[in-house]
């Protein structure tokens, strides 16, 4: 088990840039498949970018081109740059981490994932 704890979420004019964190402890990060999903009010969760162990990725279409997930190994730490910002980006954040997902270049469902961390805000408004 990992505990996540994200940060770096904000407010952002459309086409900003943020760059949220998501801070593990209590295991290795690299050893799961770790990725980021967010929630809308009104909205279900939805998986935005995911990581496997052996580094393949994948991106909803939603964000393909304008995100990018990352993972610094010495810190545990994954990241999500964001670019190109949109209001529909607005929801909160949430990291997760699955061990032993058998399928790197699909995304886990949010339900999916047996850690999570409590969110980070990520506003988009003029």
């Not at 949220?20 to 970018?49: I, K, M």
């Not at 010495?74 to 670019?83: D, F, G, S």
């Not at 790197?104 to 408004?125: F, I």
Request: with cysteine; charged share 15%.
């Amino acid at each position: 088990q990992v505990h996540l704890v994200e940060s770096g979420g904000g407010s952002v004019l459309p086409g900003g840039s943020l760059t949220l964190s998501c801070a593990a402890s209590g295991d290795t990060l690299s050893d799961y498949y770790v990725g980021w999903f967010r929630q809308a009010p009104g909205n279900t969760r939805e998986g935005v970018a995911g990581m496997a162990p052996d580094g393949t990725t994948a991106y909803a279409d939603s964000v393909k081109g304008r995100f990018t997930i990352s993972q610094d190994n010495a810190k545990n730490t994954l990241y999500l740059q964001m670019t190109s910002l949109k209001p529909e980006d607005t929801a909160m954040y949430y990291c997760g981490a699955v061990a032993q997902w058998r399928l790197p270049a699909t995304m886990p469902r949010p339900y999916e994932y047996n850690d999570r961390g409590q969110g980070t805000q990520v506003t988009v408004s003029s």
